[in-house]
């Protein structure tokens, strides 16, 4: 079974950095016809889909964040990452990891979400 844990620092200041990290087992994230992306929801809201990785490593953004957000990945370690830029409070919010699959990359933010990390807390405070 796939499992998806993420990691990174829960407070952030404002205009630094989020980075946030997802260290999948029992799964490769180069497998065919999968992307590996992040999910968000702040407090109050619903679910926000900020962007994946495919297996090939191509990059598919949120249009309202893609200014900001970069996912990279390391494929010795399994893991992909997050980084959000010039950070402000309304970025705090709880960040998951998760996979998705699909055939059609046009559509590729409306693929499945199958596995999901357990959320991570992240504040955005001086």
């Known amino acids: 079974q796939v499992q998806l844990q993420e990691s990174g620092p829960g407070l952030v200041k404002p205009s630094q950095t989020l980075s946030l990290t997802c260290t999948v087992s029992?799964?490769?994230?180069?497998?065919?016809?999968?992307?590996w992306g992040w999910i968000r929801q702040p407090p109050g809201k619903g679910l926000e889909w900020m962007g994946v990785?495919?297996?090939?490593?191509?990059?598919y953004y949120s249009p309202s964040l893609k200014s900001r957000t970069s996912i990279s990945r390391d494929t010795s370690k399994n893991q992909f990452s997050l980084q959000l830029r010039s950070v402000t409070p309304e970025d705090t919010a709880v960040y998951y990891c998760?996979?998705?699959?699909?055939?059609?990359?046009?559509?590729?933010?409306?693929?499945?979400?199958?596995?999901w990390g357990q959320g991570t807390q992240v504040t955005v405070s001086p």
């Open positions: 998760a996979r998705a699959g699909g055939i059609d990359r046009t559509v590729v933010a409306s693929w499945p979400l199958d596995y």
């Open positions: 029992g799964g490769s994230i180069t497998t065919n016809s999968y992307t």
């Open positions: 990785i495919a297996d090939d490593g191509s990059t």
